[in-house]
T-cell receptor
């Protein structure tokens, strides 16, 4: 079985400050990890993924994430948040050994960046 | 063309109506998905098609009927829905690749906002 936890329902940060959105996962095999962002009344937009290789992954719009196998975490980070980063963020995992094409999503974290 | 399109954007239907949602992509992706999303919740997987064949049905009620007429199109036929079926319905597609079958990301459409009266 595969699962994802996003422990914070909401993260508040001032514009220009660093932003971190936490994600931990559980899989039986090797994980494929993804971050998506969703703006109001829109679909999910892919930000970045970890498949293999370097633990630090860089993605769209200045976001990056660090894969930590020992802590089973994949936290999303941005050095300097913008008001336009305010949105709903989802972490997702797929077990490399799992049959089918199923992604398991975390519960989502709402990010509010204040001017 | 790197997008997934969905029509209509909004749909209001009565419980006795029959309607269809449409999804289209021209990225050559051979895996296509339907998700249901309630407000402020993660998407819930409904169906997966791989190479135009239904590969996953997440025990979805029969009032939802998927169809994949060709590799670019995915439909979701709706009949006798309940008010609790009101939600945002998202379509997604993904490149199937033997070498990176698990690693390719899904591309999502903007969704259809469905209201069942």
């Amino acid at each position: 079985a595969q699962s994802v936890a996003q422990p914070e329902d909401q993260v508040n940060v001032a514009e220009g400050n660093p932003l971190t959105v936490k994600c931990t996962y559980s899989v039986s095999g090797n994980p494929y990890l993804f971050w998506y962002v969703q703006y109001p009344n829109r679909g999910l937009q892919f930000l970045l993924k970890y498949i293999t290789g370097d633990n630090l992954v860089k993605g769209s719009y200045g976001f990056e994430a660090e894969f930590n196998k020992s802590q089973t975490s994949f936290h999303l980070k941005k050095p300097s948040a913008l008001v336009s980063d305010s949105a709903l963020y989802f972490c997702a995992v797929r077990d490399a050994k799992a049959a089918g094409n199923k992604l398991t999503f975390g519960g989502g974290t709402r990010v509010l960046v204040k001017p | 063309d790197t997008e997934v399109t969905q029509t209509p954007k909004h749909l209001v239907m009565g419980m006795t109506n029959k309607k269809s949602l449409k999804c289209e992509q021209h990225m050559g992706h051979r895996a296509m998905y339907w998700y249901k999303q309630k407000a402020k919740k993660p998407p819930e997987l409904m169906f997966v098609y791989s190479y135009e064949k239904l590969s996953i049905n997440e025990s979805v009620p029969s009032r939802f009927s998927p169809e994949c007429p060709n590799s670019s199109l995915l439909n979701l036929h709706l009949h006798a829905l309940q008010p609790e079926d009101s939600a945002l319905y998202l379509c997604a597609s993904r490149q199937e690749d033997m070498g990176l079958a698990g690693g390719n990301e899904q591309f999502f459409g903007p969704g259809t906002r469905l209201t069942v009266l």
